[in-house]
């Protein structure tokens, strides 16, 4: 699974990175080294245009979503909660995710994430969780597979209202490869910059077609490192948290 990222990069960079077209500036978000479930997060993703051609190409845009799908259907927003990832396997087919792998894929920027390995203390014999920073060998940013979905609050009367809608969104996960799979057995699923148009485009509707996009990485393009478990609370941030600790 992944249950914490670090996005840590300026929009500006993200912008130029990721080739977009419409990102309104007032839209910000700090960086963050501890990425939690719920937090806000910068997702990039194609929209049709609005002028009614449909042969137009969609616009890619840089946007905040929330982190935790919520379906239409939902009752309410605690359903993202539990649906921070989307296993690649099932994606395409679970009610949940249908929908939106069919029209709505994103990709999320990471410098990296985190997984915890099961350790025992030596000095106590405890089983303790030991986190390690998982990211690309060259330090260059990951293009996660993720999906979104639009909420419509029901407490909320008029359409164009702001706060009517929430946008969502989930990280697809397959099975670890490479050193994250030393510390975990699923990771987050990285596409390579070769799928990012046909990802996000929301014309390409076929689910085989799409599931041939997410192919397992290979290997030796990830390297991990044992972190301090300040991580371990939501409430701790900045860069210290993807330093080396000692053994």
């Known amino acids: 699974m992944c249950g914490r990222y ?28 501890n990425v939690a479930p719920t937090d806000d997060v910068w997702a990039v993703l194609e929209r049709a245009a609005r002028d009614g051609d449909g042969d137009a190409a969609p616009g890619r845009q840089l946007r905040p979503l929330r982190w935790g799908l919520v379906p239409s259907w939902a009752k309410d927003v605690k359903a993202g ?11 395409h087919e679970k009610p949940a995710f249908r929908r939106a792998f069919a029209r709505h894929r994103c990709l999320l920027p990471a410098d990296g994430f985190y997984e915890w390995e099961q350790a025992e203390d030596p000095g106590t014999g405890k089983v303790r969780k030991q986190p390690y920073f998982i990211h690309p060998e060259d330090d260059g940013v990951m293009a996660l597979a993720g999906l979104y979905a639009y909420w419509r609050d029901p407490a909320v009367d008029r359409d164009d209202d702001p706060a009517a809608w929430l946008v ?3 990280i697809i996960t397959t099975e670890a490869t490479d050193e994250a799979g030393r510390v975990h057995p699923r990771m987050p699923l990285a596409l390579t910059k070769d799928h990012y ?4 485009d929301p014309r390409h509707q076929d689910p085989d077609e799409l599931r041939a996009l997410l192919t397992r990485p290979a290997g030796g393009l990830l390297a991990a490192r044992r972190v301090s478990t300040a ?5 701790s941030n900045g860069p210290r948290l993807v330093a080396e600790a000692a053994p």
């Open 231 to 235: 991580v371990n609370s939501v409430a």
């Open 81 to 91: 909660a539990r649906m921070i990832n989307a296993r690649v396997e099932t994606v």
């Open 197 to 200: 148009d046909a990802w996000l």
């Open 6 to 33: 670090v996005s840590a990069r300026s929009p500006d960079d993200l912008v130029r990175l990721f080739h977009v077209t419409d990102w309104p500036p007032p839209e910000t978000l700090a960086p963050s080294w």
């Open 168 to 170: 969502s969104c989930t």
